[in-house]
């Protein structure tokens, strides 16, 4: 048996690959960590060599010296024929900064000579080639448990489909730094003003019934659908592998939680769908 599924992990230094890449190996991928880019092929034909079916690498800027030539190597792998995934973890810029400050440890990039921010600001630079060709997580947020449920679900897409990925945020938390589209449902009616409503969220009955019951919920709902269902066709086309639509109230509880289980009910008997609920730690 030869490697038939090969996924390449990269990312900003503190955002989640070591999380993604125990995940990955918990999920039977044979892991890499820190390879230098010109390996790329060499490895995973070694792999071949050793019958394993699945190989989960990670690239980032420990190897800056050879990165540079990083979309090459890409190449090299593809003309293999292999079914090859990347999949780029980011957070924002605050994050990563507080990380780094919480664990005391130094940034790759900073050789004395940048701070942890300047050194980010580089490393987003460098790691753009890949971010660009990548599924992207924004980590910014998230627990270890979340990141491994995302990780879970990405493994298990057929890549051959486009897929739809709907994503409930609060505003106040900031706005996902992975999404195609943002739809902001703040003005729309809000349970939280009700005490009965507050500690529950959108997937609860209650709260379902209440927003079903506002005129301008289903207005809402239908103009996102119909906007939808008129593009994404347009990104089939473009032979697009995911399209990220965001739906942020503004504490990630109520509405956009609702409009967000709706959309993917929606879809789901047509397309690819994967629903995420950013601000939700409930049962992890």
């Given at each position: 048996m030869s490697v038939q599924s090969v996924l390449l992990l990269s990312g900003l230094s503190g955002s989640g690959k070591s999380v993604a890449l125990r995940a990955l190996e918990d999920l039977g991928y044979f892991c890499v960590d820190n390879l230098p880019s010109p390996l790329l092929p060499q490895t995973v034909a070694l792999l071949d060599e050793d019958g394993y079916p699945k190989a989960a690498i990670a690239i980032d800027v420990r190897s800056a010296h050879n990165f540079s030539a990083f979309p090459e190597h890409l190449q090299a792998l593809q003309a293999m024929r292999k079914d090859v995934r990347l999949l780029f973890l980011e957070s924002s810029t605050e994050t990563l900064v507080k990380?780094?400050?919480e664990t005391r440890r130094s940034h790759p990039l900073a050789a004395g000579h940048l701070t942890v921010s300047e050194a980010i600001m580089l490393e987003r630079e460098m790691l753009e080639?890949?971010?660009?060709?990548?599924?992207?997580?924004?980590?910014?947020?998230?627990?270890?448990?979340?990141?491994?449920?995302?990780?879970?679900?990405f493994v298990g897409l057929d890549k051959s489909r486009l897929t739809l990925i709907f994503e409930s945020f609060g505003f106040k938390h900031g706005l996902p730094l992975d999404a195609d589209f943002v739809f902001d449902v703040r003005c729309l009616p809000n349970p939280h003003y009700d005490p009965v409503l507050r500690p529950l969220t959108g997937k609860d009955r209650l709260v379902i019934d209440f927003l079903q019951r506002q005129e301008s919920v289903g207005k809402y709902l239908t103009h996102i659908i119909g906007f939808l269902e008129r593009w994404i066709p347009e990104f089939d086309r473009d032979q697009r592998?995911?399209?990220?639509?965001?739906?942020?109230?503004?504490?990630?509880?109520?509405?956009?939680?609702?409009?967000?289980e709706q959309l993917g009910r929606h879809f789901a008997p047509n397309r690819q769908v994967l629903v995420r609920h950013r601000e939700q730690y409930a049962g992890l």
């Open positions: 990380r780094f400050s080639y890949f971010a660009n060709s990548a599924h992207r997580f924004d980590t910014t947020g998230l627990s270890a448990n979340q990141l491994r449920s995302w990780v879970r679900d592998s995911y399209v990220t639509v965001a739906i942020g109230c503004t504490g990630g509880q109520h509405r956009s939680v609702y409009l967000t």
